[in-house]
């Protein structure tokens, strides 16, 4: 660990602090990006905290994480910055002065990481070739291949090495301090000490990059190393933004990774599993039209997350998974070693759509591994390396959140309403009901920019720093809480069986099928939990300290989840990737659910505010996309002036 700048002597302990001007919390890629940027805009006094360098969705992921959606870089396409703006601000429910910052920042970002040597794909005179991907209108996405954000943290990673930022790996940031709402700093556990003590961070601003809220639900496609630590901001009083919206959708469950492109267009068996081994094809028992099957399996391919408008197309899938696996607990399985029932016979069966797809892409073949192979071998590899073996084995699958669409409310600088936090990449909560598919690594890339952007161009205001000992004589709670943990005690499975019952509750209840009873029943169960964590687990041990602060976090922000549910349930009912309903629709009836939503709240954000133990939801307008000053010589003008030149 780094040279600390001093010792707080809490009690007979003494905790090292170190002073900053800016902590960035996250090593994906917002976190580094952020790190990079501040560097190269002459903020040196920073330093990088993560739980685990190599840990996070960025490194550690495919699905949605293989494509960077950007403005076109290609002659063909008709594009700009207003049309991308509008793009994302049509998502409904989302902010158009960030909309505007992601389209405007899209094509600098983007070029920061080809010079950086992320492999994106040009053709022989330099044009960054798209593709259109889905909610798009253009061919924006681009992609380096199924691991395009693992090349851009490894990318990413080298800058900032090459920079030698200061970076404090194995540490767990556990609470924000603030001040008369304010960021003074942060308290952390350090995971490389023997007995995981506490250290304090003195800064004037935090970045917070620690990604989505991976770790409140059981049916996840995040990686199992990624949790997320929304709860930090939540806890110091920042307001959240649409954390009702995720996106959830197929994925294989003991490799995570999402099942959707060619995976479905291959157009594989879908098998359920009971507790007694009997097994069966089971699309069959819901459609009277066994060519209904095989066409709705095939689009899931492009229309893979769970949509409620498809909820009568290709979203009947993943409704009748949910009765499978929830209501008769059975395990469901895609299979790619057999034909499914209506193929056994040849292709007539087959939609004109899917017919021409296979038969353009020269897959017209008997069985599904054989077109996979054909179509996207490094699809069947992946698996492979991950000890799957899908030329003889069954692939165990279920509707898994994969992406929130909501999380921290920030600015055009993507600050807070905290002075002195910003959120960056999937922390921060710019995306509303739909986004293109792809734009969440823009939004890493331009979110964090722009946070460092603002941080080394605000202007000081030369108040007196305040004593921080004070301030932190505040959080003795959690002090007393660490340091009363037991230096000898044993993992303590209750821990782990707890935080799996309480994401199994969430995917139950709270993910694409939401019961609003259900909902209210666990918000107040988790709220409860979290005003009594320290007392409930103050005997526990050392060893299990990540742990109990992961469900920590997860009490709280599955509380603000849920509040933001609730709220939406009740002011705009089923809409996006969710679907409101009284009770869980079994069997048949998945056919007969009524869809209703208020649109009205498409120009609004639904947000939600923690204070003394209680939470509020409240719906606020949309900021509209900004009319911006575009004569040349103001903003050169303002330009200097912003940037203090």
Known sequence: MQDYNCLYKYKNFEIPIYKLNTLVIGSGCAGLNAADWLCDLGVCDIALATEGFNMGTSRNTG??????????????????????????????????????????GSAKSFMKLAILGVPFPTNEYGEYAGYMTDHDVCKRATSAGPLTSKYMTEALEKSVRCKDIRIFDNVLIV???CDENKIIGAIGIDKNSKNMRPLIFECENIILATGGSAGIYQNSVYPCCHTGMTSLAVEAGAKTSNLQEWQY??????????????????????????????????????????SDTVNFVFQKGYQWPFDSAKIKGSSIIDMIIFNETVNKKNKVYMDFTKEPKALENGFESLSDEAYNYLKNSGALIKTPIKRLEKMNKKAIDLYAQNGIDLYNSYLRVEVCAQHNNGGIAVDKNWQTNIDGLYAAGEAAGTFGVYRPGGSALNSTQVGSMRAAEHIAYKKKNGEKPKN?????????????????????????GEIYDRQRTCREKMSNFASYIRIPRKMAELKNEFLKSYGSFFDDYKNGGVRDITALFKLRDSYLTSSAVLCAMLYSADKIGTRGGSLVCENIPKGKEVFDIEISSNAEYDGKTVSVCYKDGEFSAFGEDVREIPKSELWFENVWNEYLKRCGK
């Open 468 to 492: 921080i000992e004070d301030i932190i004589l505040r959080h003795s709670d959690i002090f007393d809480f660490i340091f009363c943990l037991s230096d000898n005690g044993e993992i303590n």
């Open 175 to 177: 609470r924000l301090i």
């Open 63 to 104: 699905s949605d994480k293989q494509t960077y959606y950007k403005l076109s870089m290609s002659s063909g396409e008709e594009d700009g910055i207003g049309k991308m703006a509008k793009t994302l601000f049509d998502g409904k429910s989302v902010n158009g002065d960030t909309a505007l910052c992601e389209a405007a």
């Open 249 to 290: 959708g197929l994925a294989s469950v003991d490799f995570r990774w999402n099942v959707s492109g060619t995976y479905q267009q291959v157009i594989p068996r879908y098998v359920s599993v009971d507790k007694d081994g009997n097994e069966r094809e089971f699309l069959n028992d819901y459609f009277k039209n066994p």
